[in-house]
């Protein structure tokens, strides 16, 4: 029956409508990719604008006298960290399936798309656009050191600590859980980096600020002496920039341009930047009855970095929490760090490193993974980035202190780095 | 014959292609939403960045002195604006289909996507989309508010204000329209908002600024002091920044990404913006001999506003027009609110309101929609949410005039918000 | 047999398929169109950001008495550079099949998207998207030579001469290349413009400071007076958003969002201009033994200027040595216009001319286009624009000073054109 009635012509037909099925399926997963892909580059221009959001607000948090100096440092930075994550840290970072599970892997220096990685599919993008986004993610982690030591801190030893942390200690660490290492294994979780990243940066700033010691008259016999930043309108700049960056930093971790999961990530990051603003603003006011700008910024801050580990797992009621809690931790932190003596110029530890912490764990405690279990996987991931972390920065600033130095002299923090180090005023008004 | 022929194999073997052809329609309509709801999220994101714009371009147009206050007032409003849309502006505005051509409806609090809703098509965007795109809108009316208020409104007063501005009164008359109620019944037509948004901004400016009364020393018995401001770079970014943030408030109100649509609106925005500095800059010149920045930026401004009723609906050559005649406004309406002793520091009413009616108008004398009965439409709908809009915004400012006060003291409006509410100096150069 | 199997409802059936899958192949096309058309409507947006970005550069390198004007120029020239090129400068660019491998054409004034131009294909894109892309790019050539006749030049004739020099000037070499004209049809390869944009703004600059002159007391006998800007953070965060749009200079120049094409050329774009950072950075300090802020700063935007004519062509590692080399060029160069003594206050032609050629030529050295009969079309390339360009900016600049005038009096360089021309002053601090 077959035989009679598919004839040669029946199954040419039968054939060539295959054919163009089969073409027409071949360009659907095209288009697909071609829209996946270009979010993702996106994304990559979004998370670049952050570095410009860093400066601004570092620049604005420092005093007059150092302004220079930091926008130098911040210059540098995205460019070291692009050279240096294209140099070995996108292969430390994305050793390859070999490495699944483990501590370490290389991939080898340099970009190495093999025969087809620069146009077929490396999941939802590009061999290209991988490397790029995660190259911008890189630069951050120094971006957060660096305004933790503003102000006193040797240029050459910042810039020296700046690349190793970047190319060496960051790619490991972030090995462990987007590399398909142990923490992957294990079960720990960190969507968009609230420890991978700003935790990382926090611990590097925490480790560079307990060695390099306060600004000069921080800390005195009188009590602590606050030292105002030379600019607001440019702090406040700044974290509107890095709120505007994060819809990448966080809409990109997607990984592709999934309709349900980013557009739920716009909404939960943004409801955790607004609560942390509000959490922020009822708690400085509650506790020193004033309308403190900088708490309200570093409030939208520590909930954007609180959102970050979990923003594809939390319901928006759920994402207002989170940062809700953020921005009441904010202004506790800062006075808490103050009264450690550590001294931190635009507050990087309280945001990246404790509202990291916080973010991290609240996957364990609410949206979809939450659980005892869960819970337990968090705290080992936090305590195990955080110790090598800790450790890569402190050895490494150690390191430094005893051979080039890592501070200026007091006539320098007194003049200012701008005048010392670049021979530059900021401005001239 | 058809039982004979149309065998067990052959209707397999059909069955089979016509299968997966429906596999392939079913995976194009993905990919196209994938991309439509794309294009709305980083629209939502570019509408962010307006809140960044109006930030700096208000800051930049105050005193020193007030410059803590205004950006602390517009980091708190967009957290308070996603949060109380959140609660129930986006149930209020958008109620669904059951209050169609009616005055008012209530989808209830917070976000209900439904069953599918975070996946499925709602339009070609998903319901958290849909969300995170009006939200970042609704913040922009208190905006407006914020500037016209500056230099002399009380913290509390202003955030009370926003909070239900935002919350109740402009969801309200956004549904009239955006939410099938009653003036989208009648035909009243506005793209992306020049009534919806910009006026009632501008409403609410008007009506708070009569209540307030001028600045100390602004119109005295010598005649109209001008009070420059602070920071002309400031504000210039602040514009720029808006420019910029406007292809995602016009582009986006596309509601998808329809190629033709929007690109066309990406061509009159730029126009109308172009033309809008083109006007008043000649215009200023011819009037009172003087290049002057602030006219130019406000005719951006308002070459903007006056395109975006009708972004869709003009050709580009109307849009110069329509941009040209904004421009031409500008410069005749600050003087004519200043002759009024209303006093506005920013040029918001002059902007957003003037120009919002104009752009309203437009649309029934130019473009695609423009004949009288049109035209009559666009008059209602500018009168009735005028009158809803100025009645809430007097009344609700009223009642706090008469509880909580709605202005700073003399003394403290002379030394300046910044020292007496926050404690802060804008700059320590 | 054919006959026989294939009967009406077999053919039927057949047919229905085959319209089922055209119908499938249709929207397909629609759906790609749709996601290109959406990149390069972003891209333009990205390219409007250049525009803030370099206001904000200028008005920083700059000094004080002289913010507003430029401030005030850089409004006004995006504001005509899209008008012209509206009315004129986009028909003499791309004049159409007609005019392949001429001089010159012209299409008419205004937009002509004929019948189905707005909604079909245009290559990968609307005509109007093409329009806008294409038009902002245009206004950029007169936004380098803003830069360079800072704080000396008259208004009305800088005003003059963006107009003549954006609408007719810049097309019609930009027609040789990008409008299939002469030297496209030679062989002359420049991906994104760094000779038939940077360069072309560079040589407007270069002989518009020829005969303008230097600023007064910068070339004195006792040596070169250094003349600092007024503010390095608002310069810096003009580099960082200058950065940051030219992922949609360069990513847009794919005209498509061909995921292959575009993500190479992110990273050769970012790769670019860190290693432009880094060459500045190290050249300037091996010279001058100083952190030159500045120098690293223009680094970066000389290695963007560099990268642009072959950034699809270059490889990543090929990239970091076109940056490298542009960076080095940068304070080298500088040195030698201010040694010829030619007065350009934001290193202009350093950038855009220098850079712009080293970009160029290097596509003739590295990267897949390399060789000898490529190297020799580059310069040629080189040489034509830069003979037309130089020539017309002479000529129209050199009738401007015989006629209105274009340096304003000593005594009013001396106060500044702040007051003198705008009669307002960038800060009340």
Redesign the interface.
Known sequence: ??DT???H??IA??GD??N??D???S??T??????????I??A???V??M??GF??LE?GFV??KN??NI??K???I??????SY?LCGFGLMYPGEAFSGSFFGFAGF??NPGETG??SAYGD?????D??FQ?MFAATCATIVSGAVAERIK?EAFLLFSTLFVAISYPITGMWKWGYGWLDALGFYDFAGSTLVHSVGGWGALAAVMLLGPRLGKYTSKGIKPI???????A??G???L??GW?GFN?GSVLS????G???V??TT??A??????GA?LTSFTLFK?????M??NG?LGGLVGITAGADQMS??EA?IVGLVAGVIIPISVVAFDKAKLDDPVGATSVHLVCGIWGTLAVGLLGSKAGMDQFINQLIGIGAVGLFTFTFAFLLFFLLKKTIGIRVHDEEEDRGLDII?????????
């Open positions: 029956m077959i009635l598919l004839t012509d029946n037909l039968a409508l295959a163009r099925i073409a027409n399926t360009a659907i095209e288009t697909t990719f071609l829209s996946n892909n270009l979010w580059m996106v990559a221009a979004l670049f604008v570095h410009l400066s601004a620049a005093r007059r302004v220079v926008l130098f911040n210059a540098m995205i460019a070291i960290g692009l050279l294209w340099g970009l620069q146009t993008y590009t061999y290209y656009t490397f790029i190259a240029l105002p930043g030379h600019s607001m309108p440019m406040a700049i974290v509107f920039l709120w505007f819809y809409g341009a999934d309709p349900a980013v557009s739920l716009f909404v943004s409801l930047a607004a609560a942390g603003a509000v603003f004033s309308h403190d700008l900088s309200v910024l939208i928006p009621n207002v180090e670049h021979d530059m005023s900021a401005y001239n008004l």
